[in-house]
């Protein structure tokens, strides 16, 4: 794997995401969703990262994760990245990479960034009109957060320690002002 620019630490916090080569989708038929899943569940062992929250839209996906491993990259990413595009190009009858280059990786520096972030990934399909609310979106953490579904993927604890209740965390997300998005606009994928 080539040299990355950004050294990802063990105990941090960061803000993953990549989109379809070419902005195509990463996503071609129902199954596929599913498979990404998969992938995550055996890849981010514990261990090695916790995801705090996702989001897989139909050109990209966000993670929100804490490292627990030196060479994240290769240890997780790469075996993970490889698994989706190959059998995505097997199944498509298609050749070359499905995603635009490396992950991208910023990393969370504060505990604000994190909750902004956390309602960003969980708000994104609704702020691209794929549904009118997160809760309608089955493909993120969001439906976990706020109890209408126990997935086994999203580590909660660490977003949920600043909310009472599911309910809390629910109004927090869902009363996001538009003019909140330019503090994490530097994040967005257009």
């Not at 071609?28 to 569940?41: D, S, T, Y």
């Not at 514990?46 to 989001?55: G, K």
């Not at 498509?92 to 604000?112: E, I, K, M, T, Y």
């Not at 702020?127 to 089955?138: C, K």
Request: charged residues 20%.
């Amino acid at each position: 794997m080539p040299y990355r620019r950004n050294l990802l630490a063990e105990g941090q916090y960061y803000h993953l995401y990549n989109r379809g080569v070419n902005r195509q989708p990463i996503f071609f038929c129902e199954p596929n969703w599913a498979f990404f899943i998969r992938l995550i569940q055996k890849y981010f062992q514990p261990d090695l990262v916790e995801i705090l929250a996702y989001c897989l839209m139909p050109t990209h996906y966000h993670l929100l994760v804490c490292l627990h491993t030196d060479g994240f990259p290769q240890k997780v990413m790469q075996p993970f990245g490889i698994g989706d595009a190959k059998a995505i190009n097997e199944q498509q009858n298609r050749v070359g990479p499905l995603f635009q280059g490396h992950f991208q990786a910023a990393w969370v520096d504060s505990s604000a960034y994190l909750l902004q972030l956390s309602r960003y990934i969980h708000l994104n399909p609704v702020r691209t009109n794929l549904v009118e609310h997160a809760s309608d979106w089955i493909y993120s953490s969001y439906r976990d957060y706020i109890g209408l579904r126990k997935g086994t993927i999203p580590h909660k604890e660490m977003v949920m320690s600043f909310f009472s209740t599911p309910g809390d965390y629910r109004e927090f997300v869902e009363s996001a002002d538009q003019d909140e998005s330019k503090d994490i606009a530097h994040l967005l994928l257009d």
